[in-house]
């Protein structure tokens, strides 16, 4: 079998810049590389539900944001199936039948999920669905015989669970259901870029985001109140770059290029030294973090204008996605139904 990519996003609010560095941009790289057989990217909205199942609409008021947010970056529709997670029955029919396939107390252990279910305040009361949301994974991987996902480290344990679940299927009922591998963003930072705030995370329930959607002004009053050095209190002040997020971002996203085109410096490394050393401020190094993300997010912003005034077009191209993923996924199904046994009028 061929690579098969499988990726995607739950729609609960507009896409950042940590999203962006973390896995859009390398979806683009993946996509324009063509070293694949297929990709397919998920608007995760039936697991978003499984935490917001009280408030629906959140979900529907950001479904189409986060659509906008993929095509704006450059996923391209040609070369990628874009689908909603809801509009595939036949995963939720698989997940039904990989329930069989596991513990209560192993999707317990599962780190990603002990996290989360703390994160989220269900210790004495975790919603079903949302305990098995790592069997809803496993149905969206194997439907497709997905067998290359893009992850953060954080989410290397529900991969396991899926292979544990493709392991435990093929052994009972013979060999039908495809392993996965994670593929890693090389750059560990970027995996989980820190808030604004120098939070661990960057979210969007903490407000400590750009947007891609942000407009220049916003972005700006953003980077302007970003954490720093508390202690740099004067320009001639000697500055600290570890820990201070304006530096930390300029690693991830300036080159030595950009850095020589918005400030007085030949590298990021001669900027760093002038600050350690005194006489750099705080204003000057968000300016050139400001101009940098703004290079990112102009294009961005032109084609998102685009899709905004041209909603149809956008809903047309998940239409037709999620129509494909919906034939591929009823193959997969129907093999699985054929290996249990169940596909009686076959």
């Given amino acids: 079998m061929g690579k098969i990519i499988l990726t995607g996003d739950r729609p609960t609010g507009p896409l950042h810049i940590g999203h962006y560095i973390g896995s859009l941009r390398n979806r683009v790289k993946l996509q324009n ?25 959140k979900i529907q008021d950001n479904l189409f944001e986060v659509a906008i947010d993929y095509l704006s970056v450059g996923i391209d529709p ?14 939720t029919t698989l997940t039904y039948y990989y329930m069989n396939l596991v513990t209560v107390s192993r999707l317990q252990r599962n780190p990603t999920i002990k996290t989360e279910i703390k994160q989220r305040g269900f210790e004495t009361s975790v919603p079903s669905g949302f305990l098995n949301y790592p069997v809803s994974q496993a149905a969206d991987i194997t439907a497709f015989h997905a067998n290359v996902i893009p992850v953060g480290n954080d989410q290397m344990p529900l991969l396991e669970q899926t292979n544990e679940i493709v392991d435990t299927f093929n052994r009972i009922y013979g060999d039908t259901l495809t392993r996965c591998e994670g593929y890693l963003n090389e750059d560990e930072i970027s995996q989980r870029l820190p808030g604004l705030d120098g939070n661990a995370k960057m979210s969007k329930s903490l407000g400590n985001c750009i947007y891609l959607k942000d407009d220049s002004e916003t972005v700006k009053k953003k980077v302007m109140s970003m954490y720093t050095d508390p ?18 971002y300029l690693d991830v996203f300036a080159t030595d290029e950009q850095i020589k085109k918005y400030s007085e410096f030949n590298s990021l490394s001669e900027m760093k030294s002038k600050y350690q050393q005194g006489g750099l401020g705080d204003v000057a190094i968000k300016n050139v973090l400001y101009n940098v993300i703004e290079e990112i997010l102009t294009p961005i912003r032109e084609k998102r204008k685009y899709y905004e005034e041209n ?3 956008v809903k047309d191209i998940l239409k037709k996605g999620t129509e494909e993923a919906k034939k591929d996924a009823s193959k997969t199904l129907n093999e699985v ?9 076959e």
Wanted: contains cysteine.
């Fill in 33 to 57: 590389n063509g070293d694949y057989d297929k990709m397919y990217v998920m608007i995760a909205d039936s697991q978003a539900l499984t935490d917001n199942f009280d408030n629906p609409k």
């Fill in 311 to 313: 909603i149809d077009l």
């Fill in 231 to 248: 202690d740099h209190l004067k320009v001639e002040d000697p500055g600290k770059v570890e820990g201070n997020m304006v530096f930390l």
């Fill in 337 to 345: 139904k054929k290996a249990i046994g169940i596909d009686y009028f």
């Fill in 78 to 91: 040609s070369k990628v199936c874009i689908f909603i997670q809801s509009g595939v029955d036949e995963l």
